[in-house]
């Protein structure tokens, strides 16, 4: 029997849509792309021009009307979050929506009781889980390799001396904008996804630029998992002038591994590039981390190279096999741990205005 096929609705049509949502949808077996919600096309920038084959609407109320559609994918700014999934889930729709999920936790929670009654599933689009890199972390942790985790740091650190003029620089962070939204979602997600909800949260705001703006632009977000936990270290910088970049550093009672670049699929999926094509989501050897084990009593490092990628097209994959019957426990970022994430967000936010912990 042929799987069935779910059609799919795409709010916005932005570089999140071009670049990370529709190309998922394009190689996902039980997903067709159906249509797309482009306010206002132009001529080098025309949705109908290139997806000929997908109805273009020009309101997000005219998609949620639409009863051909299964799945709706929230592709626009943060502040328009909530109200779109609140509406998509009451129309009868399943919907994935892009990071940050939402401004606040409450407004998390309302979604998960909403889902909860229409019976209809969200996933948010935390698609930095199936990095590479982040998948090697995970399996050393998980192996033993490194022994007990004592300190953990995950980086997004570079050199962007002008700031955005997008909700990831100015909208806000009462709007789900700024720095901690943008890149503090992905870097606490991870940390969240290995060591769970910390028991304090410690945070340093920072304009590194110096712009005059008074939206941070930097964070230091410290993680404490009490006694015998690791410290985890979140950081993000803009002025930050390095040839290579540092995004992981482990270190453990057995061992420590320390990793710098960027996972390789983003600047794929710009260039063209999809899930399926060769070489996708491998990173060249000079890239890879440096592991370091004691044999006896002495240091030892050797190359470890990233695991087999399973790239971001296993995060639709697994909304597929949750929407054909596996259900809330198959949803591959479920909301309510979207909603913890957030909550750390929160205390950072809280941390960095008084100056001291605050405990979750």
């Known amino acids: 029997m042929a799987s069935k096929t779910y059609n799919v609705g795409v709010i916005g049509y932005g570089m999140s849509a071009k670049v990370f949502h529709i190309p998922l949808i394009l190689v996902t077996p039980t997903f067709k792309l159906h249509s797309i919600v482009q306010r206002t096309p132009k001529p080098n920038d025309d949705a109908s021009k290139d997806h000929p084959s997908a109805k273009i609407y020009h309101s997000a109320e005219t998609l949620f009307a639409d009863p051909a559609i299964d799945i709706i994918i929230v592709t626009t ?5 909530f109200t779109f999934t609140k509406a998509a889930l009451e129309a009868g729709k399943h919907v994935l929506v ?74 806000g962070m009462d709007h789900a904008g700024g720095v901690i939204y943008d890149l503090g979602t992905h870097l606490l997600d991870q940390a969240y996804v290995l ?10 705001f920072a304009n590194q630029r110096n712009d005059g703006e008074e939206e941070p632009d930097s964070f230091t977000v410290l993680l404490s998992y009490g006694e015998g936990g690791p410290l985890v270290t979140a950081k993000a910088g ?7 970049q540092l995004r992981y550093w482990v270190r453990g009672t057995e061992g420590s591994f320390k990793k710098f670049h960027l996972d390789v699929q983003e600047d794929q999926l710009k260039a063209g590039q999809k899930p399926g094509d060769k070489g996708f989501g ?17 240091p030892t490092q ?11 097209a296993k995060l639709y994959e697994g ?3 949750a929407i054909g019957g596996a259900g809330e426990k198959a949803v591959p970022v479920k909301a309510s741990e979207a909603r ?20 979750l």
């Open 302 to 312: 050797s190359v470890f190279k990233n695991v087999e990628p399973e790239t971001y």
């Open 195 to 204: 060591f769970g909800l910390p028991k304090s949260v410690t945070a340093i």
């Open 319 to 321: 909304f597929s096999k």
């Open 77 to 81: 700014t943060p502040d328009t979050h």
């Open 98 to 171: 892009e990071k940050p999920f939402v401004p606040t936790s409450a407004e998390a929670q309302q979604l998960i009781d909403i889902s909860a009654k229409t019976g209809k599933l969200i996933c948010v689009y935390q698609n930095r889980r199936w990095d590479s890199d982040f998948l090697t972390v995970q399996m050393l942790i998980n192996d033993g390799k490194l022994g007990r985790v004592v300190e953990f740091e995950t980086h997004f650190d570079r050199y962007k001396a002008v700031r955005p003029e997008t909700w990831k620089g100015k909208l």
């Open 282 to 298: 491998i990173e060249s050897d000079e890239s890879s981390g440096k592991l370091v084990v004691l044999e006896g009593d002495k």
């Open 340 to 359: 913890d994430v957030l909550k750390i967000i929160e205390a950072a936010r809280e941390s960095a205005k008084s100056g001291k912990s605050v405990s």
């Open 238 to 244: 803009v002025i930050s002038i390095e040839t290579d």
